[in-house]
Nanobody
Framework: QVQLVESGGGLVQPGGSLRLSCAAS????????MGWYRQAPGKQRALVAT???????NYADSVKGRFTISRDNVKKTVYLQMNSLKLEDTAVYSC?????????WGQGTQVTVSS
């Protein structure tokens, strides 16, 4: 059974940076995608970024050029480096793993951007 545990959220001022981490336990296969999604208050959960096992990445337009997703397959961990944070980046960020037709989700970590 796969479990995902996020860390690294918190409070940051506009323009600041945060790095989120998501550590997976269990079997992670080469045909898998890991990623980050976020849900702001009153809004639906939305894609932030994803990374395949072999390093192909995909980003939401709103974070391109500011956020970077990376993945360490040995450590079974995916990271999200968030720079130039904006007020509208405030949300609960959740890690996800997609493999073999299943999806797994972490509990989420709060990111608050506020002055």
């Amino acid at each position: 059974q796969v479990q995902l545990v996020e860390s690294g959220g918190g409070l940051v001022q506009p323009g600041g940076s945060l790095r989120l981490s998501c550590a997976a336990s269990g079997s992670i296969f080469s045909i898998s995608t890991m990623g980050w999604y976020r849900q702001a208050p009153g809004k639906q959960r939305a894609l932030v970024a994803t990374a395949t096992y072999y390093g192909s990445t995909n980003y939401a337009d709103s974070v391109k050029g500011r956020f970077t997703i990376s993945r360490d397959n040995v450590k079974k961990t995916v990271y999200l480096q968030m720079n130039s944070l904006k007020l509208e980046d405030t949300a609960v960020y959740s890690c996800a793993l997609f493999q073999e037709g299943n999806d797994y989700w972490g509990q989420g970590t709060q990111v608050t951007v506020s002055s």
